[in-house]
């Protein structure tokens, strides 16, 4: 398996999350069937793997994923993954935890 898929496949495929895994970031149609660079790999070399985190590793469909090549498309798929990952992180937290805390938490899910 090629390590960004791995990457992202690690990152996704825990509990409830399995069922988002595949499907398109942008689009949300169920056929997402590449895991995209968001910063390519010929952008900054990957022979060492720099750009395969989840950060970075988008799933698209095909014609999402033949949309990236628009600078502003790309940005988009960005936004969306970012705020996917929040989630998730979001979701490893646990509530009762983040009502203790004495400072305001402004990324609660519910205040988005």
């Not at 033949?66 to 988009?76: M, P, V, Y």
């Amino acid at each position: 398996m090629r390590n960004h898929i791995k990457v992202f496949t690690t990152f996704w495929n825990t509990g409830d999350i399995l069922s988002q895994s595949y499907q398109c970031f942008v689009c949300y149609e169920w056929n997402a069937v590449d895991i995209h660079h968001i910063s390519g790999r010929g952008m900054g070399g990957s022979k060492n793997n720099a750009k395969d985190y989840v950060e970075n590793l988008s799933a698209l469909c095909r014609s999402c994923h033949n949309k990236t090549s628009n600078k502003e498309f790309n940005t988009l798929v960005r936004i969306q993954t970012l705020n996917k990952v929040k989630d998730q992180l979001l979701n490893e937290i646990d509530q009762d935890f983040l009502d203790s805390l004495d400072i305001p938490v402004t990324f609660r899910m519910e205040d988005l």
